[in-house]
């Protein structure tokens, strides 16, 4: 679980070091709210926070985790420490009301006790309400930590009540590395890790056959629009419209043909940790010295002009067919 801690320190630095000083001062403060995305360690650095507590053998506040207390902290039974999860789409007053009967009581293994919610946005109004007024107030040994993806649902008052601790989104980077030790392909990762920072929609992403399959489609595209334009759009009405028919898809589509050009411009600038095709760097790093930086400008562009002409209901054959001869100097979007 060290491991964990280096991990978190490295994802989250700011968040990591504010309570690292919380701990090493003995200023933690009675409740917490911890925002972020999905993925970004809210609950990792919430457990963190509660070995940090416990320790039997801190080392300058930080917890060991290695003792009885850290381990049973890691394993979900500690008597002094609880996890609320949503009930189905809720929180409901029932366990909020639960818990504050398990709080009334006096620490099984030491005063101290603590509390992470999770999903706390989840909490019916009747929940939130009564969590207020253990909010309201706090006992001295109690530690409250919510934890939240969607900060603009919480009441205020509760917010008004809890220190803030925002969680950053992952850069794709460690985003990338978070999912190959999640067993996602290294290959499959690079992409996935550039079109979402979710680890569950990232992995559905990498298994999907559909999403193998678009991946192949668009980098033949490139291939073939390098040498002919106009086989490129027949390509378009015999590979393409058949497998692209949801907006959704046809505009991740255009995500995954943008990330193309961007490893282009990532291999001229020398950042080949930032590809997202790393199985074509020997034929991206062909095309990159043929390729100028107005080009590859443009080209961007280009695409980008095509994704807001999608979202105005554009035609899609007359979209991607006025895209392939864009990218090759014909013909703007109209």
């Known amino acids: 679980m060290a491991d964990m801690q280096q991990d978190l320190a490295s994802q989250q630095p700011v968040a990591m070091k504010m309570l690292q000083n919380s701990l090493q001062k ?31 053998q801190p080392h300058e506040g930080e917890p060991c985790h290695t003792c009885e207390q850290c381990r049973r902290i890691d394993q979900g039974n500690h008597p002094d420490v609880h996890v ?7 929180i409901k007053k029932e366990q909020v009301r639960l818990l504050q009967e398990e709080f009334s009581k006096t620490g099984m293994e030491s005063m101290k006790k603590a509390y992470i919610i999770s999903g706390a946005d989840k909490m019916t109004v009747q929940a939130a309400n009564s969590l207020l007024k253990f909010l309201e107030e706090p006992h001295p040994s109690t530690t409250a930590i919510l934890l939240t993806e969607q900060i603009h649902q919480m009441l205020p008052t509760i917010l008004s009540r809890c220190q803030h601790v925002s969680f950053r989104p992952l850069t794709p980077v460690l985003f990338k590395e978070k999912l190959i030790a999640e067993d996602v392909h290294p ?9 979402t920072n979710q680890v569950d929609e990232a992995i559905e992403l990498s298994d999907d056959e559909w999403f193998v399959q678009a991946r192949k489609i668009m980098l033949k595209l490139y291939e073939v629009l390098k040498d002919d334009p106009f086989e490129a759009m027949i390509r378009v009405q015999s590979d393409y419209l058949p497998h692209f028919k949801e ?18 411009l990532y291999i001229q600038t020398d950042k080949l940790d930032h590809l997202s095709y790393p199985d074509w760097l020997d034929t991206f790093r062909t095309d990159a010295l043929q390729t100028s930086a107005n080009q590859l400008t443009h080209q961007l562009t280009v695409i980008l002009e095509a994704k807001t002409q999608l979202q105005r209901n554009m035609n899609t054959q007359l979209l991607m067919e006025q895209l392939m001869l864009k990218l090759q100097g014909g013909s703007a979007l109209v």
């Open 26 to 56: 003995n200023r933690v403060a009675h409740a917490y709210l911890f925002e972020g995305g999905r993925g970004t360690g809210k609950k990792a650095m919430a457990l963190f926070l509660a070995k940090g507590l416990f320790c039997r």
């Open 187 to 195: 290959t499959m990762a690079s992409l996935v890790s550039k079109l």
């Open 84 to 90: 609320i999860e949503p009930d189905g789409q809720s």
């Open 247 to 264: 907006k959704s898809q046809i505009d991740q589509s255009l995500d995954l043909f943008l990330l193309i050009y961007k490893d282009l």
